[in-house]
């Protein structure tokens, strides 16, 4: 029943404007906030880890917003799946920071875009795709009608899709090799079969993605975060260098400047994040976390073709 409802809704949103979207997130986000399901459950906890200092009426306050800004980023992306690139731009109010991706790529070691779910992220592959070409990592949905609408969605402007396996982590290896862009979504728990380590973000100890440190290490590349904020009348593009602890070549110091780019990028739009994943389900005693961590594929011991 899935396969066939959630795409029809997703269809019929992306006929919507943006500004229809965005009402239509308010009311939907709202309904989140008052039903307090598991959106609003995994918010409230991770607002109050993360932010103990605001009191219980600030903390309703954020968690509500938090979900509202969630609803707008659903009901906006089949618009921009739909869209052309042309559309989208027209729809870019400000970019900060284009100068340095461009930098950054023109130094020849190809360059990783970290884009944390924060505001719209449908919207920073088609801009970075905008300049060069870029191979970004997808993970396949269980709902096949599902992934296909999000995968033709994605899969133009300039833009490839990589699988989250093996095979992807040799098309982004390779991208690298050849000076190009890759996109990766930093703060997603990482697969039982990808490497892993803890490092602290917004002050809890959690289960961090090795796979950046590793692309880094292998191919000197460079890094930049980057995020579409949400504003009126559309997207505010803003593109930061990563911490400077990401080229470390011990992978705990790099795991740790991976979620420090990301979190600088959250305080600069705090309820634009996705709050209700629950990135911190794994304590650090947890037996299936150490288990991954012994089994965890490296693309250091990959068989990719080092030859770009």
């Not at 906030?33 to 959106?39: D, F």
């Not at 932010?51 to 954020?62: D, M, Y």
């Not at 990589?162 to 728990?189: E, H, S, W, Y």
């Not at 110091?253 to 629950?278: H, M």
């Amino acid at each position: 029943m899935r396969n066939i409802i959630v795409p029809r809704i997703l269809k019929c949103l992306s006929y919507l404007s943006l500004s229809a979207a965005r009402a239509f997130g308010v009311f939907v986000g709202t309904c989140m906030w008052l039903v307090k399901g598991r959106a609003y459950r995994i918010t409230l906890k991770n607002t109050r880890i993360c932010f103990p200092h605001l009191s219980p009426q600030e903390t309703q306050t954020f968690v509500r917003e938090s979900l509202v800004e969630t609803a707008k980023t659903a009901a906006e992306a089949s618009i921009i799946w739909r869209n052309s690139w042309e559309w989208l731009e027209s729809k870019i109010v400000e970019v900060e920071g284009a100068d340095l991706l461009r930098a950054e790529l023109a130094k020849g070691q190809g360059l990783i875009v970290l884009a944390p779910h924060l505001g719209n992220w449908e919207v920073t592959a088609p801009y970075v795709a905008s300049i060069a070409p870029l191979t970004a990592m997808y993970q396949p949905l269980e709902i096949p009608a599902m992934d296909k609408l999000i995968l033709e969605g994605r899969s133009k402007c300039n833009i490839n899709m990589a699988p989250t396996n093996r095979k992807g982590v040799c098309m982004l290896l390779k991208a690298l090799q050849q000076g190009n862009m890759v996109g990766i979504l930093p703060d997603q728990l990482p697969k039982k079969d990808a490497g892993a380590e803890f490092a602290s973000f917004f002050g809890q100890e959690t289960l961090t993605m090795s796979l950046v440190h590793s692309l880094i290490s292998r191919t000197q590349a460079r890094a930049v975060v980057i995020f579409a904020e949400r504003v009126a009348g559309g997207f505010k593009v803003v593109i930061l260098p990563a911490d400077e602890a990401i080229y470390s070549e011990d992978v705990l110091i790099s795991v740790r400047g991976l979620n420090a780019s990301v979190e600088k990028c959250v305080n600069l739009a705090p309820r634009q994040y996705q709050w209700e994943y629950n990135r911190f389900r794994f304590p650090k005693s947890h037996a299936a976390v150490r288990e991954q961590k012994r089994q965890a594929f490296s693309c250091k011991e990959s068989h990719c073709d080092s030859n770009p």
